[in-house]
């Protein structure tokens, strides 16, 4: 929310500079920019600049959906506090400091300094929280040791309905997490062509997830703990010559769990004895180093190669719990006493790249690209047997670990023509013609199929028959072969030999895209664009037999002046499948049609620099979704629609009062509704062999009111405040 | 909207518009923004992804489902796109489609995995079923990332 526009350093001037170059004359003549004045950005130039603004924002008839993750989730008043102080000298030299919205949970500070061009240092925290539901309900009591307690008094049974201490032990609780992030970078550039890059990033994650908790017949929605650490190092150097660069690059990942575990107790009446309590694992500690390598070189000077190769290494190795926490079940040794668990990451990509005509003639004009790719995971994990336990409750039986590990290459070709060369030369409207085929081949272990063989060919039309005018179409089409279909690993529960997961499945894809652009008079642009997809699994009976994805968008801006701006946005988009299944483990006896729905329209009006005193924004949204599931099974049966629909008007009113002092109102109303059958009168004891969460499809109208004030010193306070360039 | 996605989205509008879905990610927030996961100056990977492959650069922000687990889940550890639409879906978690249907597109194993769950099965239409509703097959198999533990082959720990 302030007004200046500096990130991380950098301002938008950059771009600005690049849209200034593009516009030349690409005759090169000459264009006298001795007049020009940047309004937008004026300069520093060595005087500390900067400004705070403060306020409140008061909402009303929010909830955790309204405030998913800005954190105005509850009704009450909220502070505005944004602020920045820096400053920039002629030299390039510069510094800054940074605040965003720190009375929301969505909050950041930010401190870069640096010289343009040469170094730069950041330091920035962030904060975001994801709010997930605030109609959670729960009779268990969270210990401090990673453990789920019933309150006293609790009375077990066999069912839900029976649990007569349920309703008098329910209480509240928000299910949502929230991300922490520190994170100290820099950049140098060298003298001699070297560059490099280092940020390291500290990040925590705290909050409540929804768990599944099995005793084979019943089971609970649990609170489960996050608490997660995740560190990482992001470093890079390159070296630029003239012909080429060479970079290297380390990439360190370091996750760490501060639950290992969680043990709940059984609310129901357990099925046998000693089963009142179970226990999960929770995420388990891991790193992964990656190292990587980037070397690019001009072969002449039409043709380029580049090569990138990577290997990493993810590691898992944190101590297993025991097959269960029931006293009365007697075990087995566990094979290991952790996993020992380890995955290889193998990466190649390389690419040549060049201009044909430079060395033919006749084929000047043509570009073209052969890329080769490889990628695998190598999974090496040791395999073991393990005596589990069922669900806390009874001995399972024996369990082969299955450390799946795939290759993937993909071979690549494209190529480029200028047809207008041919049929209007020198008519400078370009009519591109593009196509390119490439074949991916997957090899899997322990599946069903080990290789599958997709070729994929497209051809791409772009024309700009006038100055106002430009197509962009595309076509393509794909071909997924794979092996027979076997039964998967041995060990692996049975699957209907009719199956055929949809990624392991024979596939004919078709796909188109198409873009229209037009300038019209009176300073009015229109985008035009359209898609479609779609998949025929050819030889699935069992499983996804088809889908198809289908939309389009509209979106229109107007500059109606240089104070004044309209845009509109519209978007359709229908996504179908059809998927059939076999209740009688034999030939498929249901199908199962879906088509997903969802519109999306807003439209937005901008008066900028009114009298000098006003901006004004204001926007209206409509978002509209609509989920029909049939089943045919004997009949047709149709679920209730799963609908979503929100909409709502904001405005945002800016007064300069003085040349360095705004007056900042805004306004905001949002509705919201959804259906959702699956969430739609599912109380904690609806359903008799599950104690569910109790969470209800959002239904709100939220009014957010602010007002704050924003005032500028040092620098030129007097001048407008940076343009953001979104707008 | 966070400036930076404003800008992609004035050319990406297929992305602008599943953006707008009731469950995407928070682009408009501080914590991230197109350029977290796609690199906009080029890119050796597909869709100009930052990391090497789609996993890897969804590893970036949620690390604990890189594992490797004792017991994975094996669309899981191929592609994360197998059953999440990274730019927005109407389903909640960010899924392609709704669970059980979810799931029932590669569980066909005989007994509950292979029922025919409709309308039928809801509250108020008959006896509700805990297949289909609250978490569905997450009510019991809520391990769907993988599982450490060593009676989790099933995903229930």
Redesign the interface.
């Known amino acids: 929310m302030t007004g200046n526009?500096c990130v991380g350093g950098t301002s938008w001037r950059p771009a600005l500079w690049l849209v200034l170059l593009a516009s030349l004359p690409a005759e090169g003549a000459q264009v006298d920019t001795s007049g020009w004045e940047c309004n937008f950005c004026p300069f520093e130039d060595g005087q500390l600049a900067s400004e705070v603004e403060a306020g409140s924002l008061y909402a009303d008839g929010v909830s955790a959906?309204f405030g998913?993750?800005?954190g105005i989730s509850e009704d009450g008043g909220y502070l505005v506090l944004d602020g920045s102080t820096g400053e920039r000298h002629e030299n390039g030299s510069f510094w800054r400091i940074t605040a965003?919205?720190l009375g929301l949970d969505?909050?950041?500070l930010g401190a870069v300094a640096g010289r343009e061009g040469l170094w730069q240092a950041d330091l920035g925290y962030?904060a975001?929280p994801?709010n997930v539901f605030d109609t959670t309900v729960t009779p268990f009591v969270a210990g401090t040791d990673s453990s789920l307690t019933l309150p006293a008094g609790w009375v077990r049974a066999g069912n839900t309905q029976l649990m007569t201490a349920l309703d008098s032990s329910l209480r509240a609780y928000d299910l949502e997490t929230t991300?922490e992030?520190w994170s100290l970078g820099g950049k140098f550039n060298g003298a001699s062509g070297w560059r490099t890059n280092l940020r390291y990033t500290h990040e925590t994650r705290d909050g409540r997830r929804?768990?599944?908790?099995?005793f084979i017949t019943t089971?609970s929605?649990l609170a489960g703990p996050v608490d997660?650490v995740?560190d990482?190092v992001d470093w890079s150097a390159q070296y630029k010559t003239a012909r080429g660069t060479v970079g290297f690059s380390y990439f360190g990942?370091f996750?760490s769990?501060e639950r290992k575990e969680l043990v709940w107790a059984n609310p129901f009446t357990a099925i046998a004895p000693g089963a009142d309590q179970?226990?999960?694992?929770l995420?388990?500690d891991?790193n992964?180093n990656q190292l990587a390598l980037k070397l690019s070189y001009e072969l002449g000077p039409a043709w380029r190669v580049?090569l990138?190769g990577?290997l990493?290494r993810?590691k898992?190795d944190?101590s297993?719990?025991?097959?269960?926490v029931n006293p009365l079940i007697t075990t087995t040794a566990?094979p290991r006493t952790s996993?020992g668990?380890?995955?290889d990451?193998r990466?190649v990509?390389l690419?040549l790249s060049g201009d044909l005509g430079a060395q033919i003639a006749w084929l000047e004009g043509l570009r073209g690209k052969l890329s080769y790719?490889y990628?695998e995971?190598d999974?090496g994990?040791p395999q073991a047997d393990?005596s589990?336990?069922?669900?806390?409750t009874f001995p399972?039986g024996l369990?082969t670990?299955?450390?799946?590990g795939?290759r993937r290459q993909k071979l690549s070709l494209t190529g480029e023509y200028d047809l207008a060369r041919l049929l209007w030369p020198g008519s400078g409207h370009p009519f591109r013609l593009s196509g390119g085929w490439d074949r991916e081949e997957w090899d899997?272990t322990?599946?069903e199929i080990e290789n599958s063989t997709e070729d994929r060919g497209w051809v791409r039309l772009r024309l700009n028959p006038l100055s106002w005018l430009a197509f962009d179409a595309r076509y393509g089409a794909a071909n997924r072969e794979t092996d027979p279909y076997g039964t998967g690993p041995p060990g692996s529960?049975?699957?209907?030999p009719?199956?055929r997961?949809?990624?392991l499945a024979d596939r004919e894809r078709d796909f188109w895209d198409l873009g229209v652009q037009l300038s019209l008079p009176g300073n009015v642009s229109v985008?035009l664009?359209g898609?479609e997809r779609q998949d025929d699994y050819i030889n699935s009976s069992?499983?996804?037999t088809r889908s198809r994805d289908i939309?389009g968008?509209a979106?229109l801006s107007w500059t109606i002046s240089g104070k004044i701006s309209a845009f509109a946005?519209y978007?359709?988009?229908e996504i179908s499948?059809s998927?059939s299944?076999?209740?009688s483990?034999g030939s498929p006896?249901?199908e199962?049609r879906?088509l997903?729905q969802?519109d999306?329209a807003?439209i937005g009006i901008r008066l900028d620099e009114l009298n000098d005193r006003w901006n004004v924004k204001f926007d209206y949204?409509l978002?509209d979704?609509h989920?029909d599931?049939e089943?045919r099974?004997g009949g047709a049966?149709?679920?209730?629609p799963?609908r979503?629909r929100?909409h709502g008007p904001s405005l945002e009113v800016e007064y300069r009062a003085t040349p360095a002092f705004d007056v900042i109102a805004t306004l905001r109303y949002e509705h919201f509704d959804?259906h959702d059958?699956?969430?739609?009168?599912?109380e904690p004891d609806?359903?008799?062999?599950?104690l569910?969460?109790g969470a209800d499809a959002f239904d709100y109208d939220a009014n957010l009111i602010g007002l704050s004030f924003r005032y500028r010193f040092g620098g030129d306070a007097g001048a407008a405040p940076a343009a953001?360039?979104?707008e | 909207?966070?400036?930076q996605a404003?800008?992609c989205f004035?050319c990406h509008?297929?992305q602008?518009?599943?953006n707008?879905?009731?469950f995407h990610h928070?682009v408009?927030?501080?914590?991230m923004n197109c350029a977290s996961c796609h690199s906009p100056h080029g890119s050796?990977?597909d869709f100009e992804l930052r990391r090497?492959?789609l996993n890897?650069t969804c590893?970036?922000c949620h690390?604990?489902?890189?594992?490797?687990?004792?017991?994975?889940h094996?669309?899981v550890?191929?592609?994360c796109s197998?059953c999440h639409v990274p730019h927005g879906s109407?389903q909640p978690a960010l899924l392609a489609?709704?669970a059980p249907?979810l799931c029932?597109?590669?569980?066909?194993?005989?007994g509950h995995p292979?029922?025919?769950?409709?309308?039928?099965s809801?509250?108020?239409a008959g006896q509700?079923?805990?297949y289909?509703?609250?978490?569905?097959c997450?009510?019991?198999?809520?391990?769907v990332h993988g599982?450490?533990?060593?009676?989790?082959?099933k995903l229930?720990?």
């Open positions: 526009d959906k998913e993750f800005d965003k919205d969505n909050r950041s962030v975001s994801h991300r992030r929804l768990l599944g908790s099995s089971s929605q997660f995740t990482q990942s996750f769990n179970g226990q999960s694992a995420a388990p891991n992964y580049n990138n990577t990493g993810a898992q944190e297993f719990l025991p097959y269960t566990l996993l668990g380890d995955v990451i990466h990509d690419q790719r990628y995971r999974n994990t393990y589990y336990v069922e669900g806390d399972g369990a670990s299955l450390p799946y795939y899997r322990f599946q529960a049975p699957q209907n009719l199956m997961k949809f990624n985008s664009g898609f069992l499983g996804l939309g968008t979106d946005f978007g359709h988009q499948s998927q299944g076999s209740q483990f006896d249901w199962a879906s997903d969802f999306s807003s949204f978002v979704g989920g599931i089943m099974s049966a149709a679920f209730p799963l979503t929100s959804a059958w699956a969430l739609d009168g599912v609806t359903l008799p062999s599950i569910t969460s953001d360039p979104e | 909207m966070d400036r404003a800008v004035g509008q297929e602008r518009a599943e707008s879905r009731p928070p408009e927030g501080n914590l050796a990977n090497v492959s890897d590893y970036t690390a604990e489902k890189r594992g490797p687990y004792l017991w994975e094996a669309p550890t191929e592609d197998n109407s489609m709704r249907l029932q597109q590669c569980h066909s194993q005989a292979s029922l025919a769950y409709g309308p039928g809801l509250p108020g509700p079923s805990a289909l509703v609250a978490g569905s997450l009510n019991c198999h809520s391990q599982s450490n533990h060593p009676s989790g082959s229930t720990r």
